[in-house]
């Protein structure tokens, strides 16, 4: 069975299972060149069924995330009709009807059937020839179901938490072989996703965006300064039982007005870290009330893309896995699992997460005849280019690596990447003014062997996300001392990616030549990508990236080309 997934929101993206084997996914800001594109994902779904070699005539059943019509940027403060009718009501029901679910069913059902969402996607999808049935699929289901088949896990708790979808903002179930059991849900109202996305908003950074930026600016504040504040804001989240209760009495862009009391003369770094204990320490009393006997759990949701909040749960849990890119770029692959799952084909587990194009020796070519020679020097090296990126590295280069199949999700892993020496924090400066102009707070990220992921790090249980830059942890003393440009400096946590031969041979062989170099198991790791722009995706996308940047160097397949 030939299953399309489509999210047609917030970073739109696309998916192909074949027989529950997960075979591309694609977001549409890599296709375009524009960051966090949403709507209807045209451009990826012609592209994952490319990779593919899936005809759009063989498509048995698309998989669509989110029944409602799913809420854009763009429309963040202003969403249209009918998704504005929530939003509207809100302030006409009584608050403790709002802090239940009881409303939510009718509202999304009525607002999917008014919408035309059916129709427009039939249209979009006939057009481009894919006349498979269509399957609308809830959105904290699609989380769900993206966390429990994707983690490979045969029976687990399962926790969904965001912002909102469908009116709900978070969720347990229980996941067991095929099936899912809902437990209790969250209503929007709620949200502990929508608070920490208003916390963003009111720092005067982007909403849907930037809340990690919050999160890394927390450890910066002294927690003396914080704590009465703190105790404050608590108050505005109630656990009671199985469901956080919002007691702040306001919703959406209400809660701006709060917070110009509640913070009234509180520095920006403390407002950080009041933010992040709240979130951190509402999750954990919500996760003891329903994590009963279970000793594995998967997550999924945008509010796990935060990565400090995730550590905890391994000093929870035996096993746990965390939905890598666990936001809404996520739910293609949800929807898509689940429907493969309701006919009775288990999904693969998440595997690596190059699930992109692998572009022809042809196609780099045809980009690097955009390069003016006079100033840079073009070279073939062949199949050692590899090893010769970790001796650039050991002299000091700052290098863009261009290698097979681009990676999905929010996390550059080593194929579209830009490495560093971690050793010497004067690397930090150096790559922001080159290329990365990333705020002074926020901290690069370590790619490192898996044979010394645990001398670098402290561990409490292994889990297949470490591979994806989803959980932070923090720093050993080898790591303060070799690792620094790639560690937070505020508490010396990093979120590494952890490689193994199996996963990356080509990139596994670059650090570990590095290692036989400098006795270093790790290479700094970030994006390779302009302020403002997706991860590159393409050759050309990559050398329009080198020449409007200072880099060093670009290894691109077997070419390395140096300023």
């Not at 451009?43 to 989110?66: F, M, N, Q, Y």
Request: hydrophobic share 40%.
């Amino acid at each position: 069975m030939k299953i399309l997934g489509i999210h047609d929101g917030h970073t739109a993206t696309a998916c192909v299972l074949d027989n529950g084997k997960l075979k591309a996914m694609v977001s549409e800001e890599r296709i375009w060149h524009e960051k966090e594109k949403g709507g209807f994902p045209e451009g990826a779904i012609k592209e994952v069924l490319s990779i593919s070699g899936i005809k759009p005539s063989e498509i048995d059943k698309v998989a669509v995330a989110t029944l409602t019509p799913p809420l854009l940027p763009e429309h963040f403060n202003d969403p249209k009709f009918p998704r504005n009718l929530y939003q509207s009501l809100y302030k006409f029901i009584h608050k403790s009807i709002l802090q239940g679910d009881s409303y939510v069913d009718p509202i999304v059902n009525f607002v999917h059937k008014i919408s035309r969402r059916r129709e427009e996607i039939e249209r979009r999808l006939r057009e481009l020839g894919i006349k498979g049935e269509i399957i609308f699929v809830e959105h904290h289901l699609a989380h769900a179901s993206s966390a429990f088949f994707g983690s490979g896990f045969e029976r687990s708790l399962v926790l969904t938490l965001d912002g909102a979808g469908d009116g709900i903002s978070g969720t347990y179930y229980v996941g067991d072989g095929l099936k899912l059991e809902l437990k209790g849900r969250i209503s929007a109202y709620n949200s502990l996703g929508e608070f920490y996305t208003r916390i963003t908003e009111y720092l005067g950074l982007k909403p849907l965006s930037h809340e990690y930026k919050v999160m890394g600016l927390a450890p910066y504040a002294e927690p003396k300064y914080g704590e009465e504040v703190y105790k404050k804001v608590r108050k505005f989240f109630e656990v009671r039982g199985d469901r956080i209760i919002n007691k702040a009495g306001v919703y959406k862009r209400d809660y701006l007005k709060v917070f110009q009391k509640v913070f009234y003369k509180v520095r920006f770094d403390v407002i950080g870290y009041v933010a992040q204990k709240v979130l951190e320490d509402v999750v954990f009393e919500w996760v003891d009330n329903v994590k009963g006997d279970f000793d594995t759990v998967a997550l999924g949701g945008g509010v796990f893309m935060n990565v400090k909040l995730n550590y905890g749960f391994l000093e929870r849990f035996k096993r746990v896995f965390v939905m890598p890119s666990a936001g809404d770029e996520s739910i293609a692959y949800g929807a898509a699992a689940y429907v493969s799952a309701q006919n009775g084909i288990k999904p693969e587990p998440i595997g690596t997460l190059y699930l992109g194009r692998d572009f022809s020796e042809k196609e780099i070519e045809e980009a690097l005849s955009e390069i003016d020679e006079r100033k840079f020097k073009i070279e073939k090296i062949g199949k050692d280019i590899h090893e010769y990126v970790a001796d650039l590295l050991v002299k000091g280069f700052v290098v863009a690596r261009f290698y097979g199949r681009s990676e999905w999700g929010a996390r550059a892993l080593g194929n579209r990447s830009i490495l560093a020496d971690p050793r010497s924090l004067n690397v930090v400066s150096r790559i922001n003014r080159m290329i990365k102009h990333r705020d002074f707070w926020m901290p690069f990220a370590p790619s490192v062997l898996d044979e010394d992921f645990e001398d670098y790090f402290i561990v409490p249980t292994r889990s297949k996300s470490e591979r994806y830059m989803i959980l932070a942890y923090p720093a050993k003393p080898r790591a303060q001392r070799e690792l620094p440009a790639s560690l937070h400096q505020g508490d010396f946590t990093g979120r590494p990616q952890v490689v193994f031969k199996e996963d990356n041979p080509e990139y596994y062989s670059l650090i570990k030549r590095f290692k036989e170099k400098t006795g270093v198991g790790a290479v700094l790791n970030t994006s390779f990508n302009l302020h403002g722009y997706p991860i590159v995706y393409s050759p050309k996308q990559a050398i329009f990236t080198l020449l409007n940047s200072d880099l060093d160097a670009l290894a691109i397949g077997e070419y390395l080309v140096i300023r």
